[in-house]
Nanobody, 127 residues
Framework: QVHLVESGGGLVQPGGSLRLSCAVSGRTSRNFGVGWFRQAPGKEREAVAAIRFSDGYTYTDDSVKGRFTISKDNAKNMVYLQMNSLKPEDTAVYYC????????????????????WGQGTQVTISS
């Protein structure tokens, strides 16, 4: 069993920054992966970024590339999503997800690759 807790969401103005955190606890393999997904009202859940703990390989969706950065702290079992130059279209509930077992690179962006999900944190970009 893996438990995920997100934090760091909030309301910011366009152009601002936020850092989301995901605390990962429980049984995971050495090659497990963690992803950030988001879901806006009336839209499907979409991948934002993901990272593999064994080698630090990252995936970043084109829609946020250059603005969002995913990182990890192996010692603390934490994953972060640094979000800069935020836009109103980034408004969504952001979810942290984990695959406890080995994850291959091509599977990082797919929500079906992940076994465990956090409760989500609201991010609102508005002036």
């Amino acid at each position: 069993q893996v438990h995920l807790v997100e934090s760091g969401g909030g309301l910011v103005q366009p152009g601002g920054s936020l850092r989301l955190s995901c605390a990962v606890s429980g049984r995971t393999s050495r090659n497990f992966g963690v992803g950030w997904f988001r879901q806006a009202p009336g839209k499907e859940r979409e991948a934002v970024a993901a990272i593999r703990f064994s080698d630090g390989y990252t995936y970043t969706d084109d829609s946020v590339k250059g603005r969002f950065t995913i990182s990890k702290d192996n010692a603390k079992n934490m994953v972060y999503l640094q979000m800069n130059s935020l836009k109103p279209e980034d408004t969504a509930v952001y979810y942290c997800a984990a695959r406890a077992g080995r994850i291959i690179v091509s599977a990082l962006p797919s929500s079906s690759s992940y076994d465990y999900w956090g409760q989500g944190t609201q991010v609102t970009i508005s002036s």
